[in-house]
């Protein structure tokens, strides 16, 4: 079965200096991961993903995940964090398909790490 | 262009009762998928429609339910409510192509209350 975790439920870090939110992923297929934010009061928006293409993958807001198969992780960093960064953050592994391969659109996320962002 | 769309915003309902929640895809996509968030989760897979059936299906009861509409949006339904259904219910739309499901487009959410 597909899972998630996300190793850190709370990530503090001051305005300015760099963003590691970690993530380890569990998949029996080649995976598609996500990275997606919530905002308070707000729905979920994709920063960035991973489909087996080239294993850094940027996104926005200067957002970038580096998949590590040998590692099982699918790290997101940012080199300077913002105010409004803050938000709660979800890695997310998508189900394969029953052929091994391909998404079928079942996500499954871990259980989120909320990155606070200090003055 | 307007993006995912869900009503109400906020509701709030008692034990036992019934609720419809709503969902209008974001323009050109195909398939709705529903998930459960509650407080301090991540959410959780409910089903997902496509072409007016419900393609595959989550861990829960027999009381959520759903449906689709030609236009593509689509209504969860929650028969004799929980006070453990009280949750954020996020509504996604994508796009099928062949048998992959394109990167999934989250709605506002609607925020259930049961008491």
């Known amino acids: 079965a597909q899972s998630v975790t996300q190793l850190d439920s709370h990530v503090s870090v001051s305005e300015g200096t760099p963003v590691l939110l970690r993530c380890n992923y569990s998949?029996?297929?080649?995976?598609?991961l996500f990275w997606y934010v919530q905002h308070p009061n707000k729905g979920l928006q994709l920063l960035l993903k991973y489909t087996s293409a080239a294993t850094l993958v940027k996104g926005i807001n200067g957002f970038e995940a580096e998949f590590k198969k040998s590692e099982t992780s699918f790290h997101l960093t940012k080199p300077s964090a913002h105010m409004s960064d803050a938000a709660e953050y979800f890695c997310?592994?998508?189900?394969?398909?029953?052929?091994?391969?391909?998404?079928?659109?079942?996500?499954?996320f871990g259980q989120g790490t909320t990155l606070q962002v200090k003055p | 262009d307007a993006g995912v769309t869900q009503s109400p915003t906020h509701l709030i309902k008692t034990r036992g009762q019934q609720v419809t929640l709503r969902c209008s895809p974001k323009?050109?996509?195909?398939?709705v998928s529903w998930y459960q968030q509650a407080l301090g989760q991540g959410p959780q897979f409910i089903f997902q429609y496509y072409e007016e059936e419900e393609r595959q299906r989550g861990n829960f009861p027999d009381r959520f339910s759903g449906h689709q509409f030609p236009n593509y949006s689509s209504e969860l339904n929650v028969n004799a409510l929980l006070l453990g259904d009280s949750a954020l219910y996020l509504c996604?739309?994508?796009?099928?192509?062949?048998?992959?499901?394109?990167?999934?487009?989250f709605g506002p959410g609607t925020r259930l209350t049961v008491l």
């Open positions: 998949s029996s297929y080649s995976p598609s």
């Open positions: 997310v592994v998508s189900d394969p398909s029953i052929h091994g391969s391909g998404n079928t659109g079942k996500l499954i």
């Open positions: 996604a739309s994508s796009l099928i192509r062949g048998r992959v499901t394109d990167t999934q487009y």
């Open positions: 323009s050109g996509h195909d398939t």
